[in-house]
């Protein structure tokens, strides 16, 4: 007795394996693969494997390469693919969610090579002497998460911003030192006079800083021991870790 509409026959469930078996093969085997081979790697009779091969092709699974003579893995393969993966974490709305906890200005920076760019700037804070920031690594906490991990970028001489600016070797060194060990680096009055900042590094899938996570507001109001503040960025570091625009 055959098997009703909608149910699947004896055979086929072998057929939906070996079809499967020749897609990972074509996968594993890399773009060009020939029919001959793919059918060696699955371990599947070469008319059998034939036959499923054009109905994948058919259907868009697999196609054929320009001059025939191979396949490669099609649309609808990759497009399950796609859908396997994880929704890719939005570093904005990240940063939203911990603007609406703190009255600070939160702003997110990426270090490529050794330049300092903004990438995410708190729309209602304004941050001001944004080239100081770049220019003048020594002076902000932004600039000194960069320089504790590249240490080699720590300038020959170190200019005076302010009065409260460090300009000793020796005590820039103690302090990133300190970032290296805490993981945040701080600011009081040195690129700005009233200014102050903590800052926490960013860091990729390889454990790389790549960036840095920073809050700005008003000395006095913005302790930079804080150690709830700290943790809320190194949270939310973590969570964009990987995932800053270069």
Known sequence: MGARAGEIA?????????ALALLEAVAQLGSGATARDIAAHAGIPQA??????NLLTADGYLVRIADLSGFALGRRTRQLAGAAEPDPVDHHAVLEELREQVRFGIHLASFA???????????DHE??????IAAHLHASAIGKVLLASR?????PSLRRVTSSTITDFGALRTEL???????????VD???AGRSAVAV???????AVTGCLAAIGKTGRLAVDDPELTDLLRSCAARVGGRVPA
């Open 127 to 132: 941050l001001s002497g944004e080239n100081t």
């Open 10 to 18: 004896g055979h086929e469930p072998r057929a939906v394996q070996k």
């Open 201 to 207: 590094p960013v860091h990729d899938a390889q454990n």
């Open 177 to 187: 030192d300190a970032v290296r060990r805490t993981g945040s680096a701080r600011e």
């Open 151 to 155: 240490p080699d970028l720590v300038p």
């Open 190 to 192: 040195e690129v700005r």
């Open 48 to 53: 059998t494997a034939y036959r499923l091969l």
């Open 113 to 123: 090579g050794s330049r300092v760019r903004l990438v995410d700037r708190d729309p």
